[in-house]
């Protein structure tokens, strides 16, 4: 709708890097209550639950103000970290769910440089958090240093919390042949396990307007 189009303009910057700025974060969660990015939880749940237990231990990264945690909760899984850079972020989703799902635990976690201790998790699930690393890359096929740099940091971090058999569930817009190269820089292997189509509400990359599309976006299962 005309009305959506313009909520949706309001949104989206002019510079796509800013996405990677902790300070565009925060202003945007003190005004936006929830978004989800890439496809919903019904389009992924059955590999999802594929890959984990009812017991384990998960960290969500970069988790913002969407409704995986929630969504996941809800299936039964309860052992949840759910972790975001941004201060306001975590004190809001803290308080939106503390009654319906209180064994969440929501903290304010840098994924470039974790807190925990090595081995501490079963899965890690990244939900485009990566893709937010990635938005003034360059050539795709030749990612600039900066942007190697900080995926390399969140590969490390993630594989270095992981315990031993632990799997990492990268939810990504990228295809897969452009991450798969980053993936295996530091993990052991990489398994793209489905590309799953959704129509939304998206934005020209080109020209960075808003636009209903048919999202191909990916789950690439490493461990």
């Known amino acids: 709708t005309k009305e959506r189009n313009r909520l949706m303009s309001a949104k989206i910057p002019s510079d796509n890097s800013v996405y990677k700025q902790k300070e565009y974060w925060e202003k945007r969660f003190e005004a936006e209550e929830e978004y989800d990015w890439l496809a919903d939880y019904s389009a992924f749940r059955d590999l999802l639950r594929r890959n984990l237990t009812a017991d384990a231990r998960v960290l969500l990264v970069g988790c913002g103000n969407s409704t995986l945690s929630a969504d996941l909760y809800d299936d039964g899984y309860r052992n949840l970290v759910s972790t975001d850079f941004s201060k306001v972020c975590i004190e809001r989703m ?3 769910h503390a009654k319906a799902r209180p064994e969440i ?16 998790f079963d899965v890690v ?16 096929w030749h990612p600039n240093e900066r942007t190697k740099r900080d995926v390399d940091r969140m590969l490390s971090e993630a594989s270095r919390v992981l315990k031993p058999g632990g799997k990492l569930l990268s939810i ?7 991450r798969k190269r980053l993936l295996l820089r530091r993990m052991t292997r990489t398994m793209m396990t489905r590309r799953m189509t959704t129509k939304t509400m ?9 636009c209903p599309r048919f999202s191909r976006d990916y789950i690439i299962v490493c461990w």
Do not use: C
């Not at 990566?130 to 795709?140: K, N």
């Not at 990504?172 to 452009?178: A, Y």
């Not at 998206?202 to 808003?210: F, I, V």
């Open 94 to 96: 803290r308080a939106m």
């Open 105 to 120: 635990a929501w903290e304010v976690q840098d994924m470039l440089d974790l807190s925990y201790e090595d081995a501490s």
């Open 125 to 140: 699930i990244d939900k485009a958090a990566m893709d937010a690393l990635m938005v003034d890359e360059g050539d795709p």
């Open 172 to 178: 990504s817009f990228g295809q897969p042949h452009f």
């Open 202 to 210: 998206g934005q020209s990359t080109k020209t960075a307007t808003p």
